[in-house]
């Protein structure tokens, strides 16, 4: 596909594979694969909505503070469940959400009944998984590289932990993509791909951009840089598939990373240490 540069209208030589986990197995009827993630509650209730689930909006008012998002799938013959609560401090209209566990049903007669994850076939669970995944990823408070200045201390350990943490799905298939194309561009001397980020060597710094998040930690001491929007630099580099943007976005700050000598906005060169403040 990168060869040929054949771009696809949706991914499916890139397309993410979930496989059961041990944990899965051993939970039954229960997946916490994506529990525990704080979510932007309207991007999720949007993302939920763009893909078919069905769902209510959380709020202050009674029984709002958890609601449960449905999804029939092959035909009506199963349907995934996705619950998430209200996060948001206080009890107020809900700005924030909780991520919580997904669980399957099986149709019998016109009725559901809870199914084992061991029962559900492959394609059904990975279809499922892929939309929660997109979900957590794209609705995060760790995907925004602003959330920082104003998370609430009690949701600050999950920002730090998950907009440098283990790569979901999604992100490994974005890993993949990056090592086909780093060598494509100008600066593929300067880039290095590790596990979890993408290694830019800078004329003033290194710097550390999370393939998850899009994040950027600065070495030494993974000093957390706030980069909003990188210029399209890299616009003209060829993709061969880009949904939610977090390909791109990651590819445009390591072009202007690897050139940092040449940055001239102030706030992100202050961050760097290469002005006074």
């Known amino acids: 596909m ?12 890139f397309r993410e594979v ?9 939970a039954r ?56 609560d209200n996060a948001t401090p206080g009890g107020r209209e809900a700005t924030l959400a909780a991520t919580g566990q997904v669980r399957f049903d099986r149709r019998q007669g016109r009725r559901f009944a809870q199914a084992d994850l061991a029962e559900v076939p492959p394609l059904v669970f990975g279809e499922a998984m892929r939309d929660v995944d997109l979900f957590v990823a794209v609705a995060s408070i760790a995907a925004d590289p602003g959330w920082q200045d104003r998370v609430e201390d009690d949701d600050l350990a999950y920002w730090t932990q998950a907009s440098s943490g283990p790569l979901p799905p999604s992100a490994e298939v974005r890993r993949d993509a990056l090592a086909r194309l780093i060598p494509r561009t100008a600066v593929a001397d300067r ?8 290694v830019v060597r800078g004329d003033l710094r290194t710097y550390k951009i999370h393939l998850g998040s899009a994040n950027v930690l600065m070495e030494p001491g993974d000093v957390h840089l706030c980069v909003v929007q990188a210029p399209r630099r890299g616009s003209r580099l060829f993709l061969p598939f880009e949904e939610d943007g977090r390909l791109a ?29």
């Open 18 to 26: 979930y496989l059961i986990t041990p944990a899965e197995a051993a």
């Open 191 to 198: 880039l290095t791909l590790t596990d979890r980020f993408l």
């Open 29 to 84: 009827v229960r997946s916490s694969r994506f529990a525990g993630h704080i979510v932007a509650h309207a991007r999720l209730f949007a993302l939920l909505k763009e893909r078919a689930w069905q769902t209510t909006w959380l709020g202050g008012f009674d029984g709002g503070h958890a609601a449960e998002a449905r999804k029939e799938l092959a035909e009506g013959a199963w349907r995934v469940r996705f619950r998430y």
């Open 249 to 277: 976005l990651i590819l445009s700050k390591a072009l202007l990373l690897a050139r940092d000598s040449e940055i001239t906005d102030e706030s992100v060169l202050r961050q760097i240490g290469r002005v006074s403040p």
């Open 2 to 13: 990168t060869e040929r540069r054949l771009r696809q209208p949706f991914k499916q030589a």
